[in-house]
């Protein structure tokens, strides 16, 4: 099964450095599109600009790094990764109990480590690897540890409270168990018993800001100046920027500071009002693209766990999209996830990336084998 | 590969995680779709809504105050002015610690409690980035010790804006007034767009009844705003348009005199061009400074004006409301003659005594031995009030009153100054409606030398003598003369509330009148005859008493006896000179006694003032 058309000369040089060019190319181009956007957002100002290059900079090394790391030590290391995750946000959260108030990381000396981020990855990770040796479709009981897998970790993100990061982590461990085949009916129960998981996580589960959210994301008018504020204003950036937008650097809504958090979760409104629907519809073609790169990797991947994992992977990317969007266009509530590559923001970035290292690991550590 | 009882079916778990990876691209496409569809609707389907809101969001229009007019004397001095007056700010975002700098600040000048009391309720209304005001009103020494120190003083500022000032204070209070910051009722009766920038409004005065005139009209600036309201930078400018400027024919040489004339008695005095209206000086004493009401006076203070027994902020000439007494009789005369109830030469005998048929009370004459047989002449010279029990009980009251409604008596004068009372004229069915009882013939003999139910303001007795000096002609007093536009320096002139004159029979009687009032100054036995020495021109007066309260029968009045406060008021009209009158003048000195002791000189100390060339008429 050849990989990919490139020149030699290039696939000679990314082979060695186990670099998915495709992969790589969109990225770059992500990347490129979030600094011209975020050097807007951040009122022109270079020195916002250069911390988030730094941070790509940092974010791209990872990437890197991780490429270099063969699938098979990933799949050994995963249950350790998944272990310490798991007991981190048991600190974490005991911590935060302690110390009345949210909390999301832990203070180790000079670092700060938030386990949220880890799980991110490791969750997926740790399903793909639970179903990598057993004989798939899954059978019941190994779907209902399979749920437990990803489960716990959701719990206890949720109750940070990080309902953004959560559901990323569940939809990522959801993922990883639809990919292993799940029947449809099993989904299709899943989905009954959800209705009421929903009403009891209303009722008991979730904190009165996220309430709130929700109630305002379903009618934000009711709230103007308060919490249907930000999508009140990120409606207007991104309908009066119109087929065309209104110009880089020209959008009144992101410049005039009617648009709160425009550099990080929000960041889509000032595209959209800048560029308008072209750029918005050429931003989401990009994702598009990386998402079904993502996609050609798993299906190219040469077992169990490197599928499921990469396929997982790959489809947080679509989830951070569609939900960032869909929250900042108003057609979502609003939860704390950010665009990938274009917000701005460290330690999700650097999560993201090492998703990224995965994938391009998996695709270029792959040995000839005839089918 | 193969590991616990199942095998793993390689190909059979390629396909379907193939199957399920290309339902996942399908479903990426799908949900991508809809986000476009969703920007689809926001961006074309919406996309005018949002560009209004967006709009909307960021241009602000924010208003510009009018300058208000200025207030000039008839000679070009400023009465009112507006002054840069300098107030301390604290930016409260630029400030880390806003009692360490409020501390500091207190090192450098003063803070009282209410200074700071009043800034942190402020603080609290306004937003981060908008001045709140500490301190009002710094002199010059203070905006240096602040300016010296600014460098450590981040977030506090001197501001520079004007305020209405009134140099001329107690001079001019009861006549200019004064501007205070719009209250809550005010505002239901003024445009509120057009004082959208404005903070003060006239509140008494011609600064009140000319509030129209002086405002102004508001100007507009749009301007670019950022989210939290602060202004980024215009977009269009419309400059306000500022106030008229007010000429009053005020002469404020003549009302100082006025005022200095009065000395230490209270009183009112209205000094009126006969001929054109015009009112050239209008004093009512004490008066107050008006300056302490621009910025909000303090509780103590107002209540210390407000209690006083003086009443500084009563406007006596306008408002305060006193029998004319025996100023009445010349009028009363004249409608004797006019109505034809008496002839010029028809003497009275007068024996310091009036009867009623069949009612034993006496009406006493003011001279206990009487004045002998009297003319008309003669008995207004004297002022005789035994002619004039007589005259008015001929006369009957209707007719009297009739003849007096045509002087204006019981009506306002329609001065463009609020606040005028109306005095009040008695009639038979005024008498039945407030007091519900009939008009008794003793009641028509004390309206005849000006006691009993009729009261009349200083104002209105100036207006009914400058009426009498004119022939008849009636004018309603103005006090502004002209409404000058500050840029063309145009004037225009206010409209004036056209009064009827009085109808004339026979100017013959208005002369002889005139000749009895000249008598009652420049006659040998004329009531004011003290005030002739050595004047170079001919005044025509008449003295009066108003009665603070009434004597029982037989009881003597004597003013030494009478604590002060319960002396008559003292009142003069006057005007000249006789053949060419000029100026007309009615003044009211209250608790003064008799008017040929004190308020006659007064008139004359003012008539001089005007009518003879002084060398003390430089320029204030």
Same mark, same amino acid.
């Given at each position: 099964?050849?990989?990919?058309?490139?020149?030699?000369?290039?696939?000679?040089?990314?082979?060695?450095?186990?670099?998915?060019?495709?992969?790589?190319?969109?990225?770059?181009?992500?990347?490129?599109?979030?600094?011209?956007?975020?050097?807007?957002?951040?009122?022109?100002?270079?020195?916002?600009?250069?911390?988030?290059?730094?941070?790509?900079?940092?974010?791209?090394?990872?990437?890197?790094?991780?490429?270099?790391?063969?699938?098979?030590?990933?799949?050994?290391?995963?249950?350790?990764?998944?272990?310490?995750?798991?007991?981190?946000?048991?600190?974490?959260?005991?911590?935060?109990?302690?110390?009345?108030?949210?909390?999301?990381?832990?203070?180790?000396?000079?670092?700060?480590?938030?386990?949220?981020?880890?799980?991110?990855?490791?969750?997926?990770?740790?399903?793909?690897?639970?179903?990598?040796?057993?004989?798939?479709?899954?059978?019941?009981?190994?779907?209902?540890?399979?749920?437990?897998?990803?489960?716990?970790?959701?719990?206890?993100?949720?109750?940070?409270?990080?309902?953004?990061?959560?559901?990323?982590?569940?939809?990522?461990?959801?993922?990883?168990?639809?990919?292993?085949?799940?029947?449809?009916?099993?989904?299709?129960?899943?989905?009954?018993?959800?209705?009421?998981?929903?009403?009891?996580?209303?009722?008991?589960?979730?904190?009165?800001?996220?309430?709130?959210?929700?109630?305002?994301?379903?009618?934000?008018?009711?709230?103007?100046?308060?919490?249907?504020?930000?999508?009140?204003?990120?409606?207007?950036?991104?309908?009066?920027?119109?087929?065309?937008?209104?110009?880089?650097?020209?959008?009144?809504?992101?410049?005039?500071?009617?648009?709160?958090?425009?550099?990080?979760?929000?960041?889509?409104?000032?595209?959209?009002?800048?560029?308008?629907?072209?750029?918005?519809?050429?931003?989401?073609?990009?994702?598009?693209?990386?998402?079904?790169?993502?996609?050609?990797?798993?299906?190219?991947?040469?077992?169990?766990?490197?599928?499921?994992?990469?396929?997982?992977?790959?489809?947080?990317?679509?989830?951070?999209?569609?939900?960032?969007?869909?929250?900042?266009?108003?057609?979502?509530?609003?939860?704390?996830?950010?665009?990938?590559?274009?917000?701005?923001?460290?330690?999700?970035?650097?999560?993201?990336?090492?998703?990224?290292?995965?994938?391009?690991?998996?695709?270029?550590?792959?040995?000839?084998?005839?089918? | 590969?193969?590991?616990?009882?199942?095998?793993?079916?390689?190909?059979?778990?390629?396909?379907?995680?193939?199957?399920?990876?290309?339902?996942?691209?399908?479903?990426?496409?799908?949900?991508?779709?809809?986000?476009?569809?969703?920007?689809?609707?926001?961006?074309?389907?919406?996309?005018?809504?949002?560009?209004?809101?967006?709009?909307?969001?960021?241009?602000?229009?924010?208003?510009?105050?009018?300058?208000?007019?200025?207030?000039?004397?008839?000679?070009?001095?400023?009465?009112?002015?507006?002054?840069? !007056?300098?107030?301390?700010?604290?930016?409260?975002?630029?400030?880390?610690?806003?009692?360490?700098?409020?501390?500091?600040?207190?090192?450098?000048?003063?803070?009282?409690?209410?200074?700071?009391?009043?800034?942190?309720?402020?603080?609290?209304?306004?937003?981060?980035?908008?001045?709140?005001?500490?301190?009002?009103?710094?002199?010059?020494?203070?905006?240096? !010790?602040?300016?010296?120190?600014?460098?450590?003083?981040?977030?506090?500022?001197?501001?520079?804006?004007?305020?209405?000032?009134?140099?001329?204070?107690?001079?001019?209070?009861?006549?200019?007034?004064?501007?205070?910051?719009?209250?809550?009722?005010?505002?239901?009766?003024?445009?509120?767009?057009?004082?959208?920038?404005?903070?003060?409004?006239?509140?008494?005065?011609?600064?009140?009844?000319?509030?129209?005139?002086?405002?102004?009209?508001?100007?507009?600036?749009?301007?670019?705003?950022?989210?939290?309201?602060?202004?980024?930078?215009?977009?269009?400018?419309?400059?306000?348009?500022?106030?008229?400027?007010?000429?009053?024919?005020?002469?404020?040489?003549?009302?100082?005199?006025?005022?200095?004339?009065?000395?230490?008695?209270?009183?009112?005095?209205?000094?009126?061009?006969?001929?054109?209206?015009?009112?050239?000086?209008?004093?009512?004493?004490?008066?107050?400074?008006?300056?302490?009401?621009?910025?909000?006076?303090?509780?103590?203070?107002?209540?210390?004006?407000?209690?006083?027994?003086?009443?500084?902020?009563?406007?006596?000439?306008?408002?305060?409301?006193?029998?004319?007494?025996?100023?009445?009789?010349?009028?009363?005369?004249?409608?004797?003659?006019?109505?034809?109830?008496?002839?010029?030469?028809?003497?009275?005998?007068?024996?310091?005594?009036?009867?009623?048929?069949? +009612?034993?009370?006496?009406? =006493? +004459? *003011?001279?206990?031995?009487?004045?002998?047989?009297?003319?008309?002449?003669?008995?207004?010279?004297?002022?005789?009030?035994?002619?004039?029990?007589?005259?008015?009980?001929?006369?009957?009251?209707?007719?009297?009153?009739?003849?007096?409604?045509?002087?204006?008596?019981?009506?306002?004068?329609?001065?463009?100054?609020?606040?005028?009372?109306?005095?009040?004229?008695?009639?038979?069915?005024?008498?039945?409606?407030?007091?519900?009882?009939? *008009?008794?013939?003793?009641?028509?003999?004390?309206?005849?030398?000006?006691?009993?139910?009729?009261?009349?303001?200083?104002?209105?007795?100036?207006?009914?003598?400058?009426?009498?000096?004119?022939?008849?002609?009636?004018?309603?007093?103005?006090?502004?003369?002209?409404?000058?536009?500050?840029?063309?320096?145009?004037?225009?002139?206010?409209?004036?509330?056209?009064?009827?004159?009085?109808?004339?029979?026979?100017? +013959?009687?208005?002369?002889?009148?005139?000749?009895?009032?000249?008598?009652?100054?420049?006659?040998?036995?004329?009531?004011?005859?003290?005030?002739? =020495?050595?004047?170079?021109?001919?005044?025509?007066?008449?003295?009066?008493?108003?009665?603070?309260?009434?004597?029982?029968?037989?009881?003597?009045?004597?003013?030494?006896?009478?604590?002060?406060?319960?002396?008559?008021?003292?009142?003069?009209?006057?005007?000249?000179?006789?053949?060419?009158?000029?100026?007309?003048?009615?003044?009211?000195?209250?608790?003064?006694?008799?008017?040929?002791?004190?308020?006659?000189?007064?008139?004359?100390?003012?008539?001089? =003032?005007?009518?003879?060339?002084?060398?003390?008429?430089?320029?204030?």
């Amino acid at each position: 099964m050849n990989t990919f058309t490139d020149t030699p000369a290039t696939a000679l040089w990314a082979k060695r450095l186990h670099l998915d060019v495709p992969l790589l190319v969109g990225l770059l181009l992500l990347a490129g599109l979030g600094l011209v956007t975020l050097y807007s957002a951040g009122g022109q100002d270079m020195d916002v600009v250069l911390r988030q290059l730094a941070r790509l900079g940092i974010g791209f090394g990872v990437m890197l790094a991780v490429a270099q790391i063969p699938p098979s030590a990933l799949h050994r290391w995963t249950p350790w990764f998944y272990g310490i995750g798991l007991a981190a946000l048991v600190a974490v959260l005991i911590t935060g109990v302690i110390g009345k108030g949210a909390q999301r990381w832990l203070e180790l000396g000079v670092l700060r480590f938030q386990p949220s981020e880890l799980m991110k990855v490791a969750v997926p990770a740790m399903v793909a690897w639970y179903f990598a040796e057993k004989p798939l479709p899954p059978r019941l009981s190994q779907v209902f540890w399979a749920v437990v897998l990803f489960l716990v970790p959701f719990a206890l993100v949720a109750k940070q409270p990080d309902l953004g990061t959560a559901l990323l982590i569940g939809s990522a461990g959801a993922t990883a168990l639809l990919f292993a085949g799940i029947r449809w009916r099993l989904v299709g129960y899943a989905f009954l018993a959800f209705i009421p998981t929903v009403v009891l996580a209303w009722l008991y589960g979730l904190h009165d800001y996220q309430r709130r959210r929700i109630i305002t994301f379903l009618d934000a008018e009711s709230d103007p100046l308060g919490a249907g504020y930000h999508i009140i204003q990120s409606k207007i950036a991104i309908g009066s920027g119109g087929v065309y937008g209104k110009g880089w650097l020209n959008g009144t809504q992101s410049h005039l500071e009617f648009l709160p958090e425009r550099h990080t979760d929000f960041i889509f409104a000032v595209f959209g009002e800048e560029f308008g629907l072209l750029g918005a519809v050429l931003l989401l073609a990009i994702y598009f693209f990386v998402i079904s790169r993502g996609l050609y990797i798993a299906i190219n991947a040469q077992d169990t766990f490197r599928r499921l994992l990469a396929g997982s992977l790959t489809i947080s990317l679509l989830v951070y999209v569609f939900v960032n969007i869909g929250m900042v266009s108003g057609i979502l509530p609003v939860v704390g996830v950010p665009l990938p590559l274009l917000s701005y923001g460290g330690s999700s970035l650097v999560t993201l990336m090492t998703g990224f290292g995965i994938l391009m690991s998996i695709q270029t550590h792959r040995k000839l084998v005839n089918t | 590969m193969v590991r616990g009882i199942t095998l793993k079916d390689s190909f059979r778990e390629t396909s379907l995680f193939r199957a399920r990876a290309i339902l996942a691209g399908t479903l990426t496409a799908v949900l991508l779709l809809l986000l476009i569809a969703r920007l689809l609707y926001l961006q074309v389907g919406q996309h005018e809504h949002f560009t209004t809101l967006s709009q909307a969001n960021r241009v602000n229009i924010q208003p510009l105050p009018p300058t208000r007019g200025l207030i000039f004397d008839r000679n070009g001095v400023v009465l009112a002015e507006n002054l840069p !007056t300098f107030t301390l700010e604290i930016i409260p975002e630029r400030v880390t610690d806003i009692p360490a700098t409020l501390a500091a600040v207190g090192e450098l000048i003063t803070l009282t409690e209410s200074d700071l009391e009043r800034f942190y309720v402020e603080l609290k209304r306004r937003r981060r980035f908008e001045k709140v005001p500490l301190r009002f009103k710094l002199n010059d020494e203070e905006v240096a !010790t602040i300016a010296v120190n600014r460098h450590r003083l981040p977030g506090v500022e001197i501001s520079s804006r004007l305020s209405r000032h009134y140099p001329w204070d107690t001079h001019t209070s009861h006549i200019v007034g004064y501007v205070g910051r719009i209250a809550e009722p005010e505002l239901k009766s003024i445009d509120t767009s057009n004082y959208a920038a404005t903070t003060h409004i006239g509140k008494v005065g011609v600064e009140r009844s000319y509030e129209d005139v002086l405002h102004g009209k508001v100007g507009y600036e749009q301007v670019e705003t950022n989210a939290r309201g602060r202004a980024l930078r215009v977009l269009e400018h419309t400059p306000p348009i500022p106030g008229k400027n007010l000429h009053l024919s005020i002469d404020l040489r003549l009302q100082v005199a006025a005022e200095e004339a009065f000395g230490k008695e209270h009183g009112a005095l209205v000094a009126i061009d006969p001929q054109t209206g015009a009112v050239l000086a209008l004093v009512s004493m004490p008066g107050y400074d008006p300056n302490l009401f621009v910025n909000g006076i303090d509780a103590e203070t107002y209540r210390a004006l407000a209690d006083s027994p003086d009443r500084p902020l009563f406007n006596r000439a306008l408002r305060g409301q006193y029998p004319p007494g025996s100023t009445v009789k010349p009028i009363i005369g004249l409608g004797g003659l006019e109505t034809g109830t008496v002839k010029p030469n028809d003497p009275v005998f007068c024996r310091g005594y009036y009867t009623l048929e069949g +009612d034993s009370r006496r009406y =006493r +004459d *003011w001279r206990k031995s009487g004045h002998g047989p009297v003319v008309l002449h003669d008995a207004i010279a004297q002022s005789c009030d035994v002619y004039f029990y007589d005259l008015a009980l001929n006369m009957g009251i209707d007719k009297l009153t009739d003849y007096l409604r045509h002087f204006g008596f019981g009506e306002r004068t329609g001065i463009d100054i609020v606040g005028e009372a109306a005095g009040l004229l008695p009639t038979r069915d005024w008498k039945r409606r407030v007091h519900h009882q009939p *008009w008794y013939p003793g009641e028509t003999l004390i309206t005849g030398i000006g006691q009993g139910f009729l009261l009349t303001t200083p104002l209105q007795l100036s207006a009914h003598v400058a009426t009498l000096s004119s022939g008849g002609k009636r004018l309603s007093p103005q006090v502004v003369a002209a409404i000058e536009d500050p840029a063309t320096r145009h004037r225009t002139h206010p409209a004036r509330k056209p009064l009827e004159d009085v109808p004339v029979k026979n100017p +013959d009687h208005w002369q002889r009148i005139t000749e009895a009032m000249a008598d009652v100054v420049h006659g040998m036995h004329g009531t004011a005859r003290g005030i002739s =020495r050595s004047v170079t021109y001919r005044m025509a007066g008449k003295t009066g008493t108003a009665q603070v309260f009434g004597l029982a029968q037989d009881e003597e009045y004597d003013e030494e006896k009478v604590a002060k406060k319960l002396r008559d008021h003292a009142v003069f009209v006057s005007f000249a000179p006789v053949d060419d009158p000029r100026i007309a003048i009615a003044v009211l000195v209250e608790n003064g006694g008799g008017g040929s002791a004190v308020a006659a000189p007064i008139a004359r100390k003012v008539m001089d =003032r005007f009518l003879l060339p002084s060398p003390e008429d430089k320029p204030l």
